[in-house]
Protein backbone atom coordinates (compact mmCIF):
# COMPACT_ATOMS: atom_id res chain seq x y z
CA UNK A 1 0.00 0.00 0.00
CA UNK A 2 1.54 3.45 -0.96
CA UNK A 3 1.77 5.17 2.50
CA UNK A 4 0.96 8.60 1.26
CA UNK A 5 -2.47 6.96 0.94
CA UNK A 6 -4.63 7.56 4.06
CA UNK A 7 -7.38 4.78 3.75
CA UNK A 8 -9.24 4.94 7.50
CA UNK A 9 -8.16 9.51 7.43
CA UNK A 10 -9.84 9.27 3.64
CA UNK A 11 -12.66 6.76 4.82
CA UNK A 12 -13.65 8.35 8.21
CA UNK A 13 -14.26 11.62 6.12
CA UNK A 14 -16.57 10.37 3.45
CA UNK A 15 -18.37 8.84 6.82
CA UNK A 16 -18.80 11.90 8.39
CA UNK A 17 -20.36 13.87 5.85
CA UNK A 18 -23.29 11.10 6.19
CA UNK A 19 -23.98 12.35 9.65
CA UNK A 20 -26.78 14.04 10.13
CA UNK A 21 -26.93 18.01 10.63
CA UNK A 22 -29.13 20.86 11.30
CA UNK A 23 -31.21 21.51 8.61
CA UNK A 24 -28.80 19.77 5.93
CA UNK A 25 -30.06 16.36 4.27
CA UNK A 26 -26.84 13.94 3.98
CA UNK A 27 -25.74 13.15 0.27
CA UNK A 28 -25.44 10.10 -0.03
CA UNK A 29 -24.75 9.75 -3.50
CA UNK A 30 -21.93 11.67 -3.63
CA UNK A 31 -20.51 9.65 -0.65
CA UNK A 32 -21.45 6.53 -2.53
CA UNK A 33 -19.50 7.73 -5.62
CA UNK A 34 -16.62 8.59 -3.43
CA UNK A 35 -16.70 5.38 -1.75
CA UNK A 36 -16.50 3.79 -5.14
CA UNK A 37 -13.62 5.97 -6.01
CA UNK A 38 -11.79 4.96 -2.98
CA UNK A 39 -12.33 1.53 -3.61
CA UNK A 40 -10.44 1.24 -7.43
CA UNK A 41 -7.43 3.30 -5.71
CA UNK A 42 -7.25 0.66 -3.22
CA UNK A 43 -7.59 -1.92 -5.37
CA UNK A 44 -4.80 -0.96 -8.10
CA UNK A 45 -3.16 -0.95 -4.66
CA UNK A 46 -3.81 -4.78 -3.47
CA UNK A 47 -5.35 -4.21 -0.73
CA UNK A 48 -8.60 -5.99 -1.32
CA UNK A 49 -10.03 -6.66 2.00
CA UNK A 50 -10.16 -2.83 2.53
CA UNK A 51 -11.27 -2.23 -1.08
CA UNK A 52 -14.17 -4.50 0.35
CA UNK A 53 -15.15 -2.72 2.91
CA UNK A 54 -15.82 0.36 1.15
CA UNK A 55 -17.55 -1.29 -1.56
CA UNK A 56 -19.81 -2.61 1.69
CA UNK A 57 -19.70 0.98 2.85
CA UNK A 58 -20.69 1.98 -1.05
CA UNK A 59 -23.96 -0.52 -0.93
CA UNK A 60 -25.17 0.47 2.41
CA UNK A 61 -25.16 4.54 0.78
CA UNK A 62 -27.34 2.68 -2.60
CA UNK A 63 -29.52 0.81 -0.05
CA UNK A 64 -30.35 4.27 1.66
CA UNK A 65 -31.56 5.88 -1.28
CA UNK A 66 -33.58 2.59 -2.55
CA UNK A 67 -30.67 2.05 -5.70
CA UNK A 68 -31.22 -1.70 -5.30
CA UNK A 69 -29.14 -2.48 -9.05
CA UNK A 70 -26.60 -0.62 -7.76
CA UNK A 71 -26.69 -1.93 -4.13
CA UNK A 72 -26.50 -5.70 -5.93
CA UNK A 73 -23.60 -4.71 -7.62
CA UNK A 74 -21.79 -3.34 -5.11
CA UNK A 75 -22.35 -6.65 -2.96
CA UNK A 76 -21.46 -8.37 -5.69
CA UNK A 77 -18.21 -6.55 -6.03
CA UNK A 78 -17.56 -6.43 -2.21
CA UNK A 79 -17.98 -10.25 -2.74
CA UNK A 80 -15.37 -10.94 -5.39
CA UNK A 81 -12.48 -8.73 -3.43
CA UNK A 82 -12.78 -10.21 -0.27
CA UNK A 83 -12.77 -13.80 -1.80
CA UNK A 84 -9.71 -11.96 -4.21
CA UNK A 85 -8.01 -11.41 -0.28
CA UNK A 86 -9.09 -14.95 1.34
CA UNK A 87 -7.47 -16.28 -1.82
CA UNK A 88 -4.06 -14.73 -1.42
CA UNK A 89 -3.89 -15.83 2.19
CA UNK A 90 -4.40 -19.57 1.00
CA UNK A 91 -1.74 -18.75 -1.89
CA UNK A 92 1.18 -17.47 0.58
CA UNK A 93 -0.10 -19.98 3.18
CA UNK A 94 -0.93 -17.21 5.76
CA UNK A 95 -2.32 -18.56 9.25
CA UNK A 96 -5.80 -16.94 8.82
CA UNK A 97 -9.32 -17.71 10.44
CA UNK A 98 -11.13 -17.70 7.22
CA UNK A 99 -12.50 -14.30 7.87
CA UNK A 100 -12.11 -13.11 4.42
CA UNK A 101 -14.00 -15.97 2.96
CA UNK A 102 -16.84 -15.55 5.80
CA UNK A 103 -17.23 -11.87 4.45
CA UNK A 104 -17.12 -13.01 0.99
CA UNK A 105 -19.82 -15.70 1.11
CA UNK A 106 -21.35 -12.60 3.24
CA UNK A 107 -22.31 -10.35 0.37
CA UNK A 108 -23.16 -13.11 -2.15
CA UNK A 109 -25.53 -13.90 0.04
CA UNK A 110 -26.92 -10.93 0.00
CA UNK A 111 -26.46 -10.08 -3.21
CA UNK A 112 -28.34 -13.24 -4.17
CA UNK A 113 -31.61 -12.52 -1.86
CA UNK A 114 -31.62 -8.84 -3.42
CA UNK A 115 -31.43 -9.99 -7.01
CA UNK A 116 -34.07 -12.35 -5.86
CA UNK A 117 -36.16 -9.79 -4.07
CA UNK A 118 -35.98 -7.82 -7.63
CA UNK A 119 -36.76 -10.69 -9.40
CA UNK A 120 -33.73 -11.02 -11.41
CA UNK A 121 -34.07 -14.65 -10.88
CA UNK A 122 -31.01 -15.32 -13.55
CA UNK A 123 -28.37 -12.98 -12.19
CA UNK A 124 -29.22 -14.75 -8.44
CA UNK A 125 -27.84 -17.87 -10.13
CA UNK A 126 -25.40 -16.64 -11.72
CA UNK A 127 -23.87 -15.11 -8.49
CA UNK A 128 -24.57 -18.66 -6.62
CA UNK A 129 -22.91 -20.31 -9.21
CA UNK A 130 -19.91 -18.01 -9.09
CA UNK A 131 -19.90 -18.60 -5.17
CA UNK A 132 -20.02 -22.28 -6.01
CA UNK A 133 -16.81 -22.28 -8.26
CA UNK A 134 -14.84 -20.35 -6.41
CA UNK A 135 -15.35 -22.42 -3.07
CA UNK A 136 -14.65 -25.19 -5.23
CA UNK A 137 -11.60 -23.81 -6.55
CA UNK A 138 -10.27 -23.22 -2.32
CA UNK A 139 -11.18 -26.81 -1.77
CA UNK A 140 -14.57 -26.46 0.11
CA UNK A 141 -16.37 -28.84 -1.63
CA UNK A 142 -19.23 -29.48 0.90
CA UNK A 143 -19.71 -25.77 1.08
CA UNK A 144 -19.65 -25.56 -2.89
CA UNK A 145 -22.19 -28.53 -3.23
CA UNK A 146 -24.84 -26.22 -1.10
CA UNK A 147 -24.71 -23.16 -4.03
CA UNK A 148 -24.36 -25.72 -6.74
CA UNK A 149 -27.55 -26.70 -5.61
CA UNK A 150 -29.29 -23.34 -5.22
CA UNK A 151 -28.10 -22.33 -8.11
CA UNK A 152 -29.39 -25.05 -10.49
CA UNK A 153 -32.92 -24.60 -8.25
CA UNK A 154 -32.67 -20.81 -9.34
CA UNK A 155 -31.90 -22.03 -13.07
CA UNK A 156 -34.61 -24.64 -13.40
CA UNK A 157 -37.04 -21.64 -13.13
CA UNK A 158 -36.07 -20.52 -16.71
CA UNK A 159 -33.20 -22.88 -18.41
CA UNK A 160 -33.86 -26.88 -17.74
CA UNK A 161 -30.30 -26.98 -19.58
CA UNK A 162 -28.54 -24.63 -17.01
CA UNK A 163 -30.16 -26.48 -14.19
CA UNK A 164 -29.13 -29.53 -15.50
CA UNK A 165 -25.32 -28.88 -15.96
CA UNK A 166 -25.44 -27.05 -12.38
CA UNK A 167 -26.75 -30.08 -10.76
CA UNK A 168 -24.05 -32.19 -12.50
CA UNK A 169 -21.77 -29.95 -10.91
CA UNK A 170 -22.98 -30.26 -7.53
CA UNK A 171 -23.14 -34.16 -8.10
CA UNK A 172 -19.11 -34.26 -9.26
CA UNK A 173 -18.87 -32.14 -5.17
CA UNK A 174 -20.71 -35.18 -3.73
CA UNK A 175 -18.42 -37.79 -6.10
CA UNK A 176 -15.09 -36.20 -4.38
CA UNK A 177 -16.22 -36.52 -1.08
CA UNK A 178 -17.56 -40.15 -1.58
CA UNK A 179 -20.99 -39.69 -0.74
CA UNK A 180 -22.63 -41.56 -3.75
CA UNK A 181 -25.80 -42.08 -2.29
CA UNK A 182 -26.34 -37.77 -2.97
CA UNK A 183 -24.37 -38.08 -5.97
CA UNK A 184 -26.84 -40.72 -7.37
CA UNK A 185 -30.08 -38.51 -6.64
CA UNK A 186 -28.70 -35.49 -8.46
CA UNK A 187 -28.36 -37.71 -11.60
CA UNK A 188 -31.78 -39.59 -11.08
CA UNK A 189 -33.24 -35.70 -11.04
CA UNK A 190 -31.73 -35.22 -14.21
CA UNK A 191 -32.86 -38.14 -15.52
CA UNK A 192 -36.18 -37.77 -14.79
CA UNK A 193 -35.96 -34.09 -15.94
CA UNK A 194 -34.72 -34.90 -19.29
CA UNK A 195 -37.41 -38.17 -19.64
CA UNK A 196 -40.37 -35.67 -18.35
CA UNK A 197 -38.83 -33.66 -21.77
CA UNK A 198 -38.97 -36.07 -24.20
CA UNK A 199 -42.46 -37.31 -23.04
CA UNK A 200 -43.33 -33.31 -23.45
CA UNK A 201 -41.85 -33.24 -27.24
CA UNK A 202 -39.79 -36.12 -28.89
CA UNK A 203 -38.00 -33.33 -31.26
CA UNK A 204 -36.97 -31.09 -28.12
CA UNK A 205 -34.37 -33.57 -27.48
CA UNK A 206 -31.31 -31.90 -29.18
CA UNK A 207 -27.96 -33.70 -30.19
CA UNK A 208 -26.65 -31.82 -26.92
CA UNK A 209 -29.38 -33.69 -24.47
CA UNK A 210 -28.70 -36.53 -25.68
CA UNK A 211 -25.12 -36.34 -24.91
CA UNK A 212 -26.20 -35.38 -21.21
CA UNK A 213 -28.41 -38.44 -21.25
CA UNK A 214 -25.72 -40.59 -22.34
CA UNK A 215 -23.41 -39.11 -19.57
CA UNK A 216 -26.13 -39.61 -17.01
CA UNK A 217 -26.58 -43.12 -18.02
CA UNK A 218 -23.23 -44.09 -17.79
CA UNK A 219 -22.19 -42.29 -14.62
CA UNK A 220 -25.51 -43.90 -12.63
CA UNK A 221 -24.52 -47.37 -13.51
CA UNK A 222 -21.12 -46.78 -12.17
CA UNK A 223 -22.17 -45.26 -9.33
CA UNK A 224 -24.36 -47.48 -8.44
CA UNK A 225 -21.87 -50.37 -8.90
CA UNK A 226 -19.88 -48.77 -6.29
CA UNK A 227 -22.54 -48.81 -3.93
CA UNK A 228 -22.94 -52.52 -4.21
CA UNK A 229 -26.54 -52.48 -3.36
CA UNK A 230 -28.37 -55.48 -3.31
CA UNK A 231 -31.45 -55.88 -5.76
CA UNK A 232 -33.49 -56.67 -3.09
CA UNK A 233 -32.31 -53.22 -1.46
CA UNK A 234 -32.97 -51.10 -4.92
CA UNK A 235 -35.36 -49.06 -5.40
CA UNK A 236 -37.46 -50.06 -8.98
CA UNK A 237 -35.87 -47.03 -11.10
CA UNK A 238 -32.46 -48.19 -9.98
CA UNK A 239 -32.57 -51.79 -10.55
CA UNK A 240 -34.00 -50.88 -14.22
CA UNK A 241 -30.85 -49.10 -14.50
CA UNK A 242 -28.76 -52.23 -13.96
CA UNK A 243 -31.31 -54.21 -15.33
CA UNK A 244 -30.78 -52.83 -18.54
CA UNK A 245 -27.24 -54.59 -18.55
CA UNK A 246 -27.66 -57.73 -18.97
CA UNK A 247 -27.82 -60.46 -21.35
CA UNK A 248 -31.22 -60.49 -21.94
CA UNK A 249 -32.06 -57.11 -22.11
CA UNK A 250 -29.83 -55.34 -24.15
CA UNK A 251 -32.12 -53.79 -27.07
CA UNK A 252 -33.82 -51.10 -24.50
CA UNK A 253 -30.58 -49.36 -23.37
CA UNK A 254 -28.96 -49.12 -27.22
CA UNK A 255 -31.26 -46.20 -28.40
CA UNK A 256 -29.62 -44.27 -25.55
CA UNK A 257 -26.04 -44.90 -25.93
CA UNK A 258 -23.88 -46.03 -29.30
CA UNK A 259 -23.68 -50.01 -29.30
CA UNK A 260 -19.94 -50.18 -28.88
CA UNK A 261 -19.98 -48.25 -26.01
CA UNK A 262 -23.64 -50.48 -24.55
CA UNK A 263 -21.42 -53.57 -24.57
CA UNK A 264 -18.08 -52.22 -22.97
CA UNK A 265 -20.86 -50.49 -20.29
CA UNK A 266 -22.79 -53.79 -19.98
CA UNK A 267 -19.04 -55.87 -19.93
CA UNK A 268 -18.21 -53.77 -16.80
CA UNK A 269 -21.65 -54.59 -15.28
CA UNK A 270 -20.92 -58.02 -15.96
CA UNK A 271 -17.31 -58.42 -14.77
CA UNK A 272 -18.16 -56.91 -11.16
CA UNK A 273 -20.99 -59.38 -11.06
CA UNK A 274 -18.74 -62.13 -11.62
CA UNK A 275 -15.75 -60.28 -9.40
CA UNK A 276 -13.17 -60.42 -12.19
CA UNK A 277 -10.50 -57.89 -11.29
CA UNK A 278 -8.81 -58.52 -14.23
CA UNK A 279 -11.22 -57.91 -17.21
CA UNK A 280 -12.05 -54.88 -15.50
CA UNK A 281 -8.54 -53.67 -15.95
CA UNK A 282 -8.82 -54.29 -19.55
CA UNK A 283 -12.22 -52.68 -19.80
CA UNK A 284 -10.57 -49.33 -18.14
CA UNK A 285 -8.37 -49.05 -20.86
CA UNK A 286 -10.46 -50.26 -23.99
CA UNK A 287 -13.35 -47.09 -21.96
CA UNK A 288 -10.57 -44.70 -21.44
CA UNK A 289 -11.35 -42.58 -24.73
CA UNK A 290 -15.79 -42.41 -24.08
CA UNK A 291 -15.28 -41.10 -20.65
CA UNK A 292 -14.16 -37.94 -19.36
CA UNK A 293 -12.45 -36.89 -16.30
CA UNK A 294 -14.90 -37.58 -13.38
CA UNK A 295 -15.91 -41.03 -15.00
CA UNK A 296 -12.55 -42.36 -15.52
CA UNK A 297 -12.34 -41.59 -11.67
CA UNK A 298 -15.33 -43.52 -10.63
CA UNK A 299 -14.55 -46.59 -13.35
CA UNK A 300 -10.60 -46.63 -11.59
CA UNK A 301 -12.76 -46.78 -8.52
CA UNK A 302 -14.49 -49.77 -9.69
CA UNK A 303 -11.47 -51.56 -10.76
CA UNK A 304 -9.32 -51.00 -7.54
CA UNK A 305 -12.65 -52.14 -5.61
CA UNK A 306 -12.42 -55.46 -7.07
CA UNK A 307 -8.73 -55.75 -7.16
CA UNK A 308 -7.88 -55.15 -3.69
Not at 48 to 56: E, K, P, S, T, V
Not at 145 to 166: C, E, G, P, W
Request: charged share 25%.
Amino acid sequence: MDRELDVFGNYRNITNKLKKRFLKKPNFQEASEQFGTLTRVLQQQECHQYAGFCCLAKARCENTIANSISESESLLEAARLFFEAERINIDVRCPALDEHLTEAVHCYNQSIKLYQKEGNISLAAMASLELARNLQNIDKIEEAHNHFVRAATLQKQYSIVDYMTTLKMAANCKLYTYDYVTALQHYSDISNTLDSLTKENEECLTYSLIQVKQYIEISRVFVLLLLKTSPMEMTAEHSNVIEKYTWENNEENVNVIPYDLFLLIQSVVMATQSHDGELLKELENDLYEYLDKVQSDLLHRIVKEYND
